[in-house]
């Protein structure tokens, strides 16, 4: 730590970190964003040599209260399963980070914070990020937290390209890291999928060509749209003949469009529960990320040069085999280029029913894989337990 | 003929036929419309025993322009690839109907007609419909046009669904039925789509309570993120990836919303060009009928039951591998359903990356099939070739 000569300048527990006046967060696209703020959560604390720090990078929608109720929904952390007393990430053994990414809507920098140029909300002068953005910037708060090495770094399907970006730009700082339900980069049909979302929110005339918070106003519709076309892919088809198949909410049809069937009630009521929590632009902002995350290509579009410095992390890549968003083929490229990369990569597909969202449900032989690959990275970095 | 007592009132080519002031059409709501308007198209003409008539019934957004230039859009007919001289369906030696759906845009009593008791357009007040309502207008079409028996109904996507609600209604009017890339009711899957769609278009202010033809507007916007939403699933994912990738509408990124992916510019193109030719409150109306579509329901929920009375019908169901939308699990369900009834079903899972729309594209072995089968028929049939 002595090399980045800083202070621990982040409180521990969470709250909102401000990145110093003099050092502005350079972009990819070239933009740069001063004042920078990072709101995070912390559970558990560094131990004496620092090598117990675990990141944990959420995906699109998700936020840092990976273990805490959620502020706004009062629903418990989004991934008690995994991290938690007792679980494969522990506070009691870890020191556990999870951020809100830049661009994001809880508060850190995002489309909806004011630009202090204007004094109004940045909206779409807010600039564009990828996610080598949203990791340089997790970097920086690491720092400020007095981390320097991770345990492990962890996440699911934007998580998990965080955390090969990770891998591809701080591999000195990884001893580990864990790919779940991802890709290396978008493909047609998942830029497809976003850019539905986008045109429904742009579609709504109260997104007010991106103004809408100046204005006081919010494309609800729009956004609750996006939602449902994107919640759809989410889930196998499986897993939705299986929940809802054709059953009715009532008995009998409406002969009207009313939501006659259940999956249009739990789609609708998918797409108005998430408008109270999430920010149209930052929807735009963080698809757009994704979309144009392609970890190969400033490799000179050889992905396995992406990891060619990561050869000392251990890497974890779990896929699951009814997810079509981002299907096992997708893990297995990764896997094939840390192969010849010449890292370690331990590999494992997941039977599941439930879809890309899986990763956020109860899978015990996803638990189980992760417990044992935690247990092992302990053991090799020389935490008892 | 002679029991129908009816007179051929619908003249030869093409045209709209109204239903006669006396004879409403009883929908399975229990609505009736009087004066119902069904727009067709005719190609060639009909033997001299009555025995060479071919329905063909059209999708979702298609037309009774099945072999014909489409007089919005200028293009050629949808299904020229089966249907015209030295076709499998071939006008030289068939009579060949197709009629555009009612609830349609395309000149068939649908929302956007003049409800006749308030000289405004139907919009919302329209009566639901279904699938069997839809092939009760085409029956009565047919006795119109003089037909009694039909050689063959044949039709893909909801096309395919009518095929099998004509072989569960009206079996004795059928020699042989052709079923291609359908299904024998909506999955929660189908309905969550559908629903997708109809929300845009809702959420579009434009829409106006279903009231925007009265008022001037149309929801354009809305209808066209409807379009995009559902093309993506028309599409298999490797024919979106072997035709657009990730490659880009211009050299190097944009750094904001623009369509920087081939794919985002083809799929913004689609919305646009289809609002041109497209009415939005057809769209819920067609989709609407699609999700009510469950033709074992009435059957006791037993599929084979609703094919009982189609013993002597010839069936010949084609799917194909890459089709998400209808996969070849909805044929298979189909064909075990007709041999449960004692039907004769032919069966053939096409090999094709070319998802759902593969129906409507190049697609030889399709075509093969299909010629095979209507030689087989018209043997039987005793019709010379």
Redesign the interface.
């Known amino acids: 730590m002595a090399d980045l000569d800083l202070d621990v300048s982040a409180p521990l527990g969470g709250g909102v970190w401000r990145f110093p006046a003099d050092r502005p967060l350079v972009l990819d ?1 070239g933009a740069k964003i001063s004042g920078l703020e990072v709101a995070y959560q912390t559970y558990g604390s560094l131990n004496e040599n620092g090598t117990n720090a675990i990141l944990i990078c959420h995906a699109l929608t998700g936020d840092q209260y990976v273990a805490s109720t959620h502020p706004t929904t009062g629903k418990p952390g989004w991934w008690t399963r995994l991290v938690g007393p007792g679980k494969p990430i522990d506070p009691a053994r870890h020191f556990v980070i999870c951020s809100n990414v830049i661009g994001g809507c809880m508060g850190s920098t995002g489309p909806a914070s004011i630009d202090p140029a204007t004094g109004e909300p940045w909206g ?1 002068s807010f ?2 990020l990828t996610i080598a953005d949203m990791v340089r910037a997790q970097a920086m708060l690491i720092d400020a937290l007095g981390v320097d090495t991770l345990l492990a770094v962890v996440g699911g399907s934007m998580g998990g390209m965080q955390v090969q970006q990770w891998a591809a730009d701080y591999p000195q700082r990884l001893f580990s890291a864990v790919i779940v339900a991802s890709a290396s ?5 998942n ?3 976003h ?2 979302g ?3 929110i ?4 109260e997104w007010r060509g991106g103004a809408y918070a100046a204005q006081g106003a919010r494309p609800e ?2 956004l ?2 996006a939602r ?2 994107a919640h ?1 892919t989410y889930l196998s ?1 499986p897993a ?2 299986r ?4 059953e009715l909410q009532r008995d009998g ?1 409406s ?3 009313d ?3 259940q ?2 009630s739990y ?2 009521h998918q ?1 108005a529960s998430f408008v109270d929590r999430f920010d149209a632009n930052s929807y ?1 902002y963080i698809t ?1 990320a994704m ?2 995350f ?1 970890l190969a290509a400033p490799h000179g579009g050889v992905l396995a040069n992406a990891f060619k410095a990561a050869r000392d992390v251990r890497f974890c890549v779990l896929s699951f085999t009814s997810d ?1 968003l981002y299907p096992t083929s997708e893990s297995r490229h990764i896997v094939r280029a840390l192969t010849a990369a010449g890292c370690r990569a331990a590999f494992a597909e997941i039977d599941s029913d439930k879809g890309h969202d899986a990763f956020l449900l109860d899978e015990p032989v996803m638990d189980a894989a992760l417990t044992g690959f935690m247990a092992s990275v302990e053991r090799e970095r020389g935490i008892g337990r």
Chains 1, 2 share one sequence.
């Open positions: 696209s779409l600039p564009i980069r978008h493909s047609a049909q830029i497809a999928f850019e539905v986008r045109q429904a742009m579609a709504d005339p519709k729009g609750a749209v449902m076309a759809i088809e939705l003949q929940k809802f198949g054709r049809l002969w009207g469009f939501a006659d069937f999956v249009e789609l609708r797409g735009l757009r979309d144009y392609d079509w």
